[in-house]
């Protein structure tokens, strides 16, 4: 048996995204913000929302952690911003398949650069640190006012941190 | 309750300081298998020891041939489970120079040992107002019980600094000791950086202002030579799966006259000497703290760890790491953009190497390591508040054990280098 395929987890896209994140920072007036981490590796995200007319109109995120959480977060963003919010679960879906080793999933150009990450899912371990993100934009679909799909409500602003599971951490 | 009879001496350490590491391994099946196709090299010691083949035979032994519950039997097995239990007791108290047996009490580790303390005589003994002090390098399980304890009491939590390498900062400790403080509570060994802090000296200074010293002894126990009395503490907890015995058991030793003093922790069965509906009195020391059927099996194979590590003889152990630590601090330090945190020079430390290894995230490190066959810890090590101090949000961390080599050191090197080129360097 040999090792685990590193250089499939670690293509140059997933360094870049690493290195350059898109959409990295903070929104001065989201719709929502959501503050998760993961207490068992201690990797944290903070994701901003603003959405109107049902477009996610801007998304940003900050927050620290391995190069697959951080690029998974930078490259979901990058398929978030500008389209229907509607279209974030069924993208959501298509990630999980991925990473649960769909080799079709991984081959949907809808996923854009978030493909490259489809190495992921011979690492089981690692793949919590790239659903980070997506558990925090989950759980900000949660939060975000009706008024976002029904954009005759008006807005306000939705604040909420949460940990990404139960888990409890180990050792020492 | 049984009786406990003073313990045997420990059988006498060899005179050199050299381990035969090959005869070691040997000892240690667990060791000798390949991971991702390549020999494991195991150093997350610091997070749990692996366990060599008299652990496992008297585990196995005793609940092929003794098992049953103890102090309660009037039947054979119930004997042989009770002097097994007992026996493993002297065993430790033994290896850690404890003299009075009844001192040493069975927790499933460090850091329920921790909690107990907390939870009794920090409850019977602390007020609003009263001081606990501790530093910024602690692990969670000595920090959290100590939060909920001030919370419940109103007691106030002061820190020690440390310096640049790692090191508890000393030049503060009269402001921070005082008349208010009633409990110091410090790691021994630091298991993030692997500093050996001063305890013996803290102890002598907490004592001059009437505090009472808890030595959080989770990552010395199994890596010095410790004589527990001789550090002139009032309490030191450890675990047993840390020291090449079975996880869910380890000790807390307690001066007997503050075990005494303090309420018990748990109650039900065991713990108690007569009881009524309305009231209770409680069992001898030790078994006042060992409510309901302990971990029998645990203690036995703890037993069987004592007798390993003493026929070993500890000071070589000791000797060993620190040579081991010494030839990993000169390979990791060729390895360019690596940093090591924590004391410079091999002397201050224990087996302990934490460090960081240019923007490379230390769980990539510790994925790329694991390809490679060697296993080390990356994260935040339970020591969240001593990873802001020193201004990252993690480390990796090789630890050694008494069967590591230099060839293992050597294999941590490459895999570091080989790191680097993946991430484009």
Known sequence: MSGPPLNALYQELILDHYRHPRNRGALEHPDVEIRMNNPTCGDEIVLHLRVRDGIVEEVRFAGQGCSISQASASMMTQQLRGHPLADADALAARFREMLHGSGEAARDRALGDLRALAGVAKFPVRVRCAMLAWNALEEAERRLPPSETDPALEAGSHTSTVQDTGQTESDA | ?425
């Not at chain 2, 009786?3 to 099946?29: G, H, K, M, N, Q």
């Not at chain 2, 020690?160 to 005082?178: K, P, V, Y």
């Not at chain 2, 907890?237 to 007997?256: D, E, V, Y």
């Not at chain 2, 001593?386 to 050597?410: C, I, K, Q």
């Open chain 2, 1 to 425: 309750m049984s009786t406990l009879a003073p313990p045997d001496p420990a059988p006498s350490a060899p005179p050199t300081p050299l381990l035969d590491v090959e005869r070691i391994r040997e000892e240690f099946p667990i060791l000798h298998q390949q991971v991702h196709g390549k020999p494991l090299v195991y150093l997350d010691n610091a997070a749990s020891t692996q366990k060599p083949r008299a652990v496992i035979e008297a585990l196995d032994a005793y609940y092929r041939r003794d098992n049953a519950n103890v102090h309660r039997g009037l039947h054979e097995l119930s004997n042989r489970a009770t002097e097994a239990y007992e026996g493993a007791r002297l065993r430790v108290a033994s290896l850690f120079g404890i003299a009075d047996p009844a001192e040493l009490v069975w927790t499933r580790g460090t850091t329920e040992a921790l909690n107990l303390v907390a939870w009794t005589w920090g409850q019977a003994n602390l007020r609003a107002g009263d001081e606990v002090l501790l530093s910024v390098m602690e692990h969670h399980s000595n920090l959290v019980p100590w939060q909920l304890l001030a919370q419940r009491t109103g007691a106030r939590l002061r820190f020690l600094d440390i310096d640049d390498q790692g090191r508890l900062d000393l030049s503060a400790l009269d402001e921070l000791l005082t008349e208010r403080t009633r409990l110091v509570s410090l790691a021994h060994v630091s298991n993030a950086l692997g500093t050996v802090n001063p305890v013996r000296q803290i102890a002598e200074r907490a004592h001059a202002v009437g505090a009472v010293m808890l030595v959080d002894g989770a990552q010395s126990a199994p890596h010095l030579p410790v004589d527990i009395p001789a550090l002139g503490c009032d309490f030191y907890a450890f675990s047993g799966h840390k020291m090449c015995g079975p996880t869910g058991i380890g000790g807390l030793w307690g001066r007997r006259t503050l075990l005494e003093a303090m309420p018990p922790f748990l109650g039900g069965g065991d713990m108690i000497d007569v009881v009524e509906l309305e009231g209770s009195t409680w069992a001898a020391l030790p078994h006042k703290f060992e409510a309901g059927t302990p971990h029998i099996a645990g203690a036995v194979g703890m037993g069987a760890a004592a007798d390993f590590l003493a026929g070993i003889g500890r000071d070589a152990v000791c000797a060993h790491e620190r040579a081991l630590v010494g030839y990993a601090l000169e390979r990791l330090a060729e390895v360019p953009d690596l940093r090591v945190w924590g004391p410079r020079d091999p002397a201050e430390r224990s087996g302990v190497v934490s460090f960081t290894l240019a923007d490379i995230h230390p769980h990539d490190l510790a994925t790329i390591l694991d390809a490679e066959g060697v296993a080390v810890r990356a994260g935040h090590h339970c020591t969240q508040p001593l990873m802001r101090r020193l201004g990252v949000s993690s480390t990796a961390r090789a630890s050694f054990y008494l069967y590591n080599t230099p060839a293992e050191v050597d294999r941590l090197a490459d895999a570091l280098r080989h790191a680097r080129k993946l991430f484009g360097y």
